[in-house]
């Protein structure tokens, strides 16, 4: 005659709650290190695109500069796509910092809950200090932020000293040509730069310390 066996007992329930919080505790390290990567990332392609987008403007500027017979067209090329591209490096610069921003913030608090799961107040917190520090990388990041935009600048008065010399008209009209040029080439200029601080100082509100938590960012 054969018995059915039964299936073991459950284990106690102490020990259950101890392996759920070492599996959660496990995943929460898994995360962090993930988003240690992400920000990472996010750090080296911000290096990378100011580099690119700067060798690209001075190739293009070298090359403007060193026309021997500049052209209307030349000028319109240093004019307006010298300075779009520092625009469009700027805004492909400005959303790897939002992610770099959102993988420290969600790092930060990720800090919080490990350092709670283990007892200790500061087990982990580097994220949590930088994010306290929000002054520890703004002198960098203006620097990108002038020295592709001064690129463009350069671009603009390249443009302007072309134009001067390839349009042909009487010095009266010329000066009212290029006095235009300079207003709307500044008044796009300002636009931009208002826009996008008002974009980069969002950004920084945002995951902040004292922002809001990044389940409602």
């Known amino acids: 005659m054969r018995f059915l066996r039964r299936d073991p007992p459950p284990p106690p329930l102490e020990i259950q ?41 001075a190739l293009i500027l070298a090359a403007l500069i060193g026309q021997p017979t500049p052209t209307t067209g030349t000028a319109l090329i240093s004019l307006i796509g010298v300075p779009q591209i520092a625009k469009v490096g700027l805004m492909i610069w400005l959303g790897e910092y939002n992610r770099s921003q959102r993988a420290g913030k969600w790092l930060a608090e990720l800090e919080l809950r490990i350092n709670a799961a283990v007892g200790h107040k500061n087990a982990m917190s580097w994220e949590s200090t930088l994010l306290s520090n929000s002054l520890h990388m703004s002198y ?22 072309q134009l001067r010399t390839t349009t042909g008209l009487p010095a ?41 938590s990044m389940w409602t960012v």
């Not at 300002?190 to 100082?201: D, H, N």
């Open 172 to 212: 009266d009209q010329l000066v009212w040509l290029l006095g235009g040029v300079l207003l709307v080439a500044s008044a796009m200029e300002l636009w931009f730069l208002l826009s996008f601080r008002k974009k980069w100082l969002q950004i920084k509100r945002n995951y902040s310390k004292s922002g809001p």
């Open 17 to 57: 709650e101890l392996g759920r919080g070492t599996q959660a505790f496990q995943a929460m390290l898994v995360e962090y290190n993930w988003l240690r990567q992400e920000s990472l990332n996010a750090i080296s392609n911000r290096v990378t695109i100011a580099n690119f987008m700067f060798g690209a403007m």
């Open 140 to 161: 960098p990041y203006s620097s990108v932020l002038l020295l592709l935009l001064g690129a463009g600048w350069a671009g603009i008065f390249v443009g302007i000293m």
